[in-house]
């Protein structure tokens, strides 16, 4: 995989407007999020706009869902920042923010490296897993051996964490 690098696309449904008070402490917190993710050794890439984030842009035509788009050197490099940093803490308070959404919200894929990915190309591989399931195309943590922290980051239901 030395001549490729990870992509991860991912996609919440904002519970509240972003100009509900509820939502100030997600977004007070946004860009410490991303610069922290920028400074994490085998972070490549993230997408954003003018605003220096991705939350204007949007998917599957709906304004209350938040797309989130970044390419990783490796997967130890996306585990370090997704479980070990401010990153897992915010997460972990996800339903106060995010509604519930059907099927996978996350989907990664390996691309070559110096390919920027853009909404549309996250968009097609999630539909991918959530038609097909995990393949080479479209995967989640669970097809990566080298993942590991996202076993024991309470992400996955509690019948199927190990013992």
Not at 109 to 118: E, S, T, V
Not at 126 to 135: E, F, M, Q, T, V
Request: net charge neutral; with cysteine.
């Amino acid at each position: 995989m030395a001549a490729q690098h990870l992509a991860q696309f991912n996609i919440s449904r904002n519970r509240y407007p972003l100009s509900d008070p509820r939502m100030a402490e997600f977004l007070a917190n946004v860009d410490r999020v991303h610069k922290l993710a920028e400074q994490i050794d085998g972070f490549v890439w993230r997408l954003h706009d003018e605003t220096g984030h991705a939350m204007n842009m949007r998917v599957y035509d709906d304004p209350e869902i938040l797309p989130n788009l970044t390419v990783w050197r490796d997967v130890e490099a996306l585990e370090r920042f997704v479980w070990q940093t401010l990153h897992k803490r915010m997460y972990k308070r996800r339903d106060e923010w995010f509604a519930p959404i059907e099927g996978a919200k996350l989907v990664m894929w390996w691309i070559p490296k110096g390919h920027r990915p853009q909404v549309a190309e996250g968009v097609e591989r999630l539909d991918y897993l959530r038609k097909h399931g995990p393949s080479d195309h479209a995967f989640g943590w669970e097809r990566l051996s080298a993942a590991q922290l996202w076993k024991t980051a309470q992400c996955l239901p509690e019948h199927e964490r190990a013992a």
